[in-house]
């Protein structure tokens, strides 16, 4: 239900225009708390309770990071 709904996320997105879709929100919003928690290669990110994991599975899959 939830990836047809909100492509996987649960949280809304960073728009810049009303225009804009959902999914480039979405990943623009993720984008920005990566730049906000300032991590580093080798950081480990917890995410838990938040859904799918699809803010994990960005952070891992765009960061050199690794998910707990």
């Known amino acids: 239900l939830?990836?047809?709904?909100?492509g996987g996320n649960l949280h809304?997105?960073?728009f810049l225009s009303a225009d804009?879709?959902?999914?480039?929100a979405q990943r623009r919003v993720k984008a920005h708390m990566a730049?906000?928690?300032?991590?580093?290669p080798g950081?480990?990110?917890?995410?838990?309770?938040?859904?799918?994991?699809?803010?994990a599975?960005?952070?891992?899959?765009?960061?050199p990071v690794t998910a707990l």
Not at 20 to 24: D, F
């Open 2 to 6: 939830l990836s047809s709904i909100w």
């Open 12 to 14: 809304m997105g960073l």
């Open 20 to 24: 804009e879709s959902l999914a480039t």
């Open 35 to 40: 730049r906000r928690a300032g991590l580093e």
């Open 43 to 55: 950081r480990r990110v917890f995410e838990a309770a938040c859904g799918v994991g699809a803010t």
């Open 57 to 63: 599975r960005y952070l891992v899959g765009n960061h």
